[in-house]
């Protein structure tokens, strides 16, 4: 099992070294100069020079990324062209603010998504169902930053229950939490209502079923536990998206992210920041990758087997 | 499956436990909560103790001599102060420097004030001007000294600047924040961030990036108007609906850069004060002079002639703003916006149009940015310039990109916008000088450069006024950019906000402003 770990932890390096690549080429592939967007607008062409000197800007590219490659072999992931200070502290700043948000929008989505896919699968084609599934499609196309505005405009204009943004405790987390969280329970919903439905057609529901095993117990004890395996995989997946993707929500609710760091620096052309950013958020990805691996082995016993049997 | 629902269970207990504890920092340390906005505590005398400002962007920089932000400029305002003091009329005053004269045409003497100290309590003296002008020239904004070659420092409270050439505009270079005078002691002292130290109303507390960051008030402060209100806190609210709910909400006290469509809102709110008042940021369309066709100065007119810049300032601000001939900002020294210049007239344009060689029209190419005005004047231009037989087809790009193509040449016609509200020069010789960096219309003309220099250092103010004048007309005849209009300066606050020193260009001094209680 940890030799399995190990593996997976050490496939992590051609990711990251591909990401990096990926990132330095896009952004030199953008167009736009850093330096444009550094330099006061009357610099001398003399002034613009010694800045791109400076910053290194001069070296081909691929100097440049070899040169970035050897500072993050010592831990330097390099220095912010824009705020000038250390990336790797400025991610890990924004980094709470991030996993608060993405844990909690995830948990928000599956407790929705979990009872409704559920109740949905075993009140197949009924009008139980098709509600479910409506709300599931609704969820689906809502561009979170409409209705982030809309929780604003009700929860906090109107009842004054919520702030309509800034970073603090739990109040401050609920609306981000459900706006993110509704987007992700739509996805869940349809793979938890999917994978029961695979289910409980099974032989072994009936035999449950036949040896009077009550209804509860046949849905929650043999069928959800045998349709977990997709669950976890959907939820993975969404809380790998939250790490990175909750952008919009961010700035409509003016929560300080690592996803409105990205943007920022992008169009900032802060390379440095922007690719040190991004192979963080890869180790975060990868490593949210691997702990779902580890949660199937915790839910069946068959792929533990085969894990350590790898192993 | 109990082993699941135990799991779900602790998972929930550990959100819980993170949410309760996260932010701590932010609350503790905010004299106030982010969600129960203002809380109307009071200081001792009849206000509100925390003034809390909204901002349309994040603060990114508060190395004086890194960065150009306004949203930083607004906070280094409070914290630092220059040798004279840039007023909203349009004029400087004594500030850290008490009198000043030209010694010859170039070399000017200041007097310092002799009581000022910064934050940590360290006296003022000529010493720190001379480190901080030193610094500065050999910073990202050594443009800003160009003009001086060193600095001498006579006495503790005497320095002379010598310059290259006599500079009618270098006290509102020595205004602007770049510039403000740093500590010399606190960057020996091998503090860290010794940039904070400042001689302002206010003392920089903390900066937690993306969140907040907070001044306090100097409760010794040198001078004799100190600030009123015991904290500043400046926060981010990107998304301009969330900065006028929070405004609402009384989460924070001013909102600036308020969306110009959601304005009615904030009016119909009995509590919240809209003030509008005239900008200086010009908006405007504009040629690249080196490229075929455009370097046809009769068919640049016959363009300027087909815009209707009445419908443009419709579509991109909903008329908040007012229509302009000349290409200079308004407010500044010698505006002047009583040429002829080119009204839209189709009948004309396409008149101009014949005599520059292209009655059957042409196609061409229009770069903008991708971020409102831009994309809503573009769509106007298109029309109005396919009604003379122009088509445009738009292309739409960031900022940063838009910039290096404009400095490339690469463009042919381009919106784009400048933002001046004390130097004349920053806009004759940066748009329009042969070589300058920011002249993206790359015009180069022997007399607008004689002209442009006359502006500069002519020291009579007749010749100089007439230099100003001829300058504006020549240019819009000449017509490498077609002045579109300058939008107004919206800001909504708290109808309690007293002391308000607002300034068309948007770095406005928040130093003396308090909610009166």
Known sequence: MIRYIIKRLLLMIPAILATSLIIFVAMNMTGGDPVDSLAPENATEEQIEEIREELGLNDPLLVRYIKYMGGMLHGDLGVSYVTKKDVFATFAERLPATLKLACSSVFVATLVALPLGIYTAIHQNTWKDTGGMIFALFGVSMPNFWLGLMLILFFSLGLGWFPSGGYGGLRNLILPAVTVGLGFAALITRTTRSAMLDVVRQDYMTTARAKGVPEKKVIFGHGLKNALIPIITVIGMQL??????????????????????????????DTPMVTGSIIMCCILVCIVNVAVDLIYAFFDPRIKAQYAKKG | MKRFFSAMLSAALLL????????????????????????????????????????????????????????????????????????????CVPCLATEWEYLDDTHIQFKLVENAHFSTGEPLTAEDIKFTYDMAKDSYVSSVLSNVLSTEVVDDYTVVLELEKYDNELLPSLASVPVAIQSKAAYESGMEEPWHVGSGRYKFDDWVEGQFCRVVKVDDYWGEDPGVADSIEFRPYLEASSRVIALQNGEIDVCIDPPINELQYLEEDENITVEEKTGSRLFYFAFNVEKAPWDNQTLRQAVACAIDRDAVLQAAVYGKGTPQTTILNRGLWGFYDDMEGFDYDVERAKKLLADAGYANGLSTTLLIANS????????????????????????????????????????????????????????????????????????SDPHVDELVDIVNTEKDEEKRMQAGVELQEYLVDACPQVPLYIANLVIAYNKNLTGTMLFPGGNHDWSHAYIAQ
Request: with cysteine; net charge negative.
């Open chain 2, 16 to 91: 819980s436990l993170l949410a309760g504890c996260g932010g701590g920092k932010d609350n503790a340390s905010s004299g106030g909560s982010t969600d129960g906005g203002s809380s109307a505590d009071g200081g001792s005398g009849g206000y509100k103790s925390d003034l809390i400002i909204g901002t349309a962007a994040d603060i990114n920089n508060l190395n004086l001599q890194e960065q150009q932000d306004a949203v930083n400029n607004i906070i280094l305002k409070t914290t630092h102060e220059n040798l004279v003091r840039f007023t909203n009329e349009g004029t």
């Open chain 1, 240 to 269: 790998s998206n939250a790490l990175t993707g909750s952008v919009l929500a961010e700035t409509v609710f003016s929560w300080p992210g690592v996803g409105r760091l990205i943007v920022d620096s992008i169009s900032k052309r």
């Open chain 2, 372 to 443: 409102a005005p831009y994309t809503n004047i573009a769509q106007v231009v298109q029309a109005n310039l396919k009604e003379i037989g122009i088509d445009v087809e738009i292309q739409t790009v960031e900022d940063a990109t838009l910039k290096t193509m404009c400095k490339n040449g690469e463009q042919e016609l381009y919106l784009w916008r400048w933002n001046e509200d004390s130097k004349v020069d920053f806009v004759y010789r940066d748009l329009y000088y042969t070589g300058s960096g920011s002249n993206y219309h790359h015009y």
